[in-house]
């Protein structure tokens, strides 16, 4: 097991071309492992930021076609990094949805790990900004915990921060780091995107890392940005704010049972009864 892990996210405004995300990740990745990053960790659908599902069909590619994903291995293995693509639009072999798949890949190339997003974002928010994910996007059925020279490495994406049993899950199984790879909305950032993150972090004394969009795409979508590299104290190691860039940290393994120590809330949890009408729970007095 190794004892510190320095990670780099990348932040990016996301396009409508595969290539043109290459070219724009490529260099950011490079800058982080010059920085001495171990692991770099990409957003949500760093290949393709495509509304218009006609557009983004013609641009979709299967895992063995897919122009970032054969990139991004050459990268891990020419610079000897892991590298976390966050997610990919990825075309599946059968059924005609799409799936938003996040890819672990070791420093020798390979994949290590793959995870489907379980939660789709189908939502209508305030400002008659609505999105139905599950119109495209076939979701996930497989929670995932990759092994890694640091421990348990347990892949969310996105919206999935939303549904805190899953990481509860994950950290029982074993997650001593939680990530959260995003192209989060602005409003629904400004209003949940830390809190929500740092709960994850503390209430299962995780880090969590979570590299995201930012900015203005050309699909119209606007991002909210805020990549975190978050300890499992709930504090914030990194931000890297509302613009394109890479944030990096030093995590202390030995700091999750550290904290863990001090405040065992995964040991402490108890089996109980589920809730009742109360009504029920009355008569039954
Ligand atoms: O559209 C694609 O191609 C890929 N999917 C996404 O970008 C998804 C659905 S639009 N975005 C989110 O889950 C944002 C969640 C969010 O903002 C929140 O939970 O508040």
Redesign the pocket.
């Known amino acids: 097991m190794t004892d510190t892990l320095r990670v780099a996210c990348v932040q990016i405004t996301g396009k409508p071309r595969v290539e043109d995300n290459i070219a724009l990740i490529d260099p950011m990745i490079r800058e982080a492992a010059a920085k001495g990053a171990d692991l770099v960790c990409l957003p949500?659908?760093c290949n393709?930021?495509?509304?218009n599902r006609e557009e983004?069909q013609k641009q979709v590619r299967t895992e063995a076609e897919d122009p970032a994903l054969a990139a991004f291995r050459a990268l891990a293995k020419e610079l000897g990094i892991w590298i976390h693509a966050g997610?990919l639009?990825i075309r599946p072999e059968e059924g005609d949805r799409?799936a938003?798949r996040g890819f672990l890949i070791a420093p020798d190339g390979t994949i290590r790990a793959k995870y489907d997003?379980i939660?789709?974002?189908d939502?209508d928010l305030e400002n008659a900004e609505s999105?139905r994910?599950s119109f495209?996007?076939r979701p996930g059925e497989h929670a995932v915990l990759a092994e890694t020279p640091w421990g348990g490495y347990g892949m969310g994406?996105?919206?999935d921060?939303?549904f805190p049993a899953l990481f509860r899950d994950l950290a029982g199984a074993g997650a001593k780091v939680l990530t959260m790879p995003?192209?989060?909305?602005q409003p629904?950032?400004k209003a949940?995107?830390h809190v929500?993150l740092r709960a994850r972090a503390i209430e299962n004394g995780c880090f969590v890392i979570a590299a995201a969009?930012c900015g203005e795409h050309e699909d119209g979508?606007k991002?909210?940005g805020h990549s975190l590299i978050i300890d499992p104290w709930g504090e914030v190691l990194a931000d890297a704010g509302p613009d394109q860039g890479i944030i990096l940290a030093d995590l202390d393994m030995a700091r999750v049972d550290e904290v863990r120590g001090m405040v065992p809330s995964l040991k402490n949890g108890r089996d109980y009864a589920p809730p009742v009408p109360l009504d029920l729970a009355q008569a039954g007095e």
């Not at 393709?48 to 509304?51: A, D, G, I, P």
């Not at 995003?182 to 909305?185: D, L, Q």
């Open positions: 949500e659908i393709l930021v495509q509304k983004q997610s639009a799409l938003n997003k939660h789709m974002f939502v999105y994910e495209s996007y994406v996105c919206y921060v939303r995003a192209c989060f909305t629904t950032g949940h995107w929500l969009q979508r991002t909210y």
